[in-house]
């Protein structure tokens, strides 16, 4: 027999048994419903808070982060001549990317995710050049001027914020971070820069010594009792006389006047000239530096001259880099040598660094010691 409403009857039942799990999952449900609207709407907003474009006026490339009003206002004026979008910079700061006018073709901008590293906010930014088909009817020539790219990001805190960008397809003409500018050089580099030479032989000096008009280096040490160490080795010219002192090399001995006799033992280079034409030879010494291995420890007293050797050919070239205490020394860099001044008791390390032409990783050579003590 058919009931009236008996249908509804068992499916009202049916509820009956259901109802407190839907109940429950209606409400477990309830929370992300309602925020799924809340993150949609903060998509919405930082999709809303990026721009792009090809207009900018800025002549020069420029990558910062904007963090105030003041200076969102001002980048708006100077790169695009009209007012501000609005940013809430309490909530977001600005990652801004402009190519200047110089890009040497069109570029793709786009940002990255920030990371957190060595306790700084780095925003990574990637240039891809854009793969263009050119129009017959379009104007000649491609529009790559003025390429900028805007992103806001939501803050962290009071981390610093650096941009850093890459380009797999290589550098942009002024996109990276300008390199820091090289040191001047000390006011003394100039007046020491003979010592850029390489030291002659004393022998070869001598035997050719109707080709050296000028101002030549020598190297050697002057001996402890005022004559060659060596037996047998030669000493050309006259024995030193009041005032003079003489040099030594591994080819010879020969006699010094007009310049300061160093410390006995201790290596020299020594600009110099020769003496009269036609007399017995010897050296008119100009100034000297104290001369220092390649490799090792070296002792540079306050205010003495060390120079340390480079080696440098037609297809490498050489330089040293310093670390430690930088502050006690001044060193000026030439093709041949580093000229170093003790400035105050330090240590400092430098090690020889030689770049070939034909090889994509330059070498090291030679790591030198220099203890700057008192004199």
Known sequence: MHVPGGSRGRGSTLLAHRGP??????????PAAAAEPAVEQAEREEAALRWSGGESALAAPLQAAVTDQAAWTSLWRRALGRPAPPVDFGRYFVACVFLGQDADWPYGISFGAPVVEGGRLVVPFS???LRLEVDPAAPRGLRRRGQYAMRAFPRRGAL??????DSPDGPVPGIDPPAPAAPRPPAWAEDLRVFDARPLAISYVVANREFYAGTFLVAGARPRDGRPAAEGRPLFGAAPGPGDWLLEDDTGAIRVSGAPAPEPGRPVVLAASLGAPGAAPFLRGERLVTAAP?????????????????AST?????????SGDLGSIEAAGFLNAELVLGVRPGRVTGRIVTTW???PEPERRGEVVLEVVAR
């Open 21 to 30: 799990r839907l109940l429950l999952l209606l409400a477990l449900a309830g």
């Open 127 to 129: 240039l891809v050049m």
């Open 160 to 165: 610093e914020i650096v941009l850093r960008g």
């Open 294 to 310: 390649a490799s090792g420890t070296v002792v540079v007293h306050v205010g003495e001259f060390v120079r340390l050797p480079l």
């Open 314 to 322: 037609k297809s490498s070239s050489s330089h040293l880099e310093l």
């Open 357 to 359: 032409w034909n090889r």
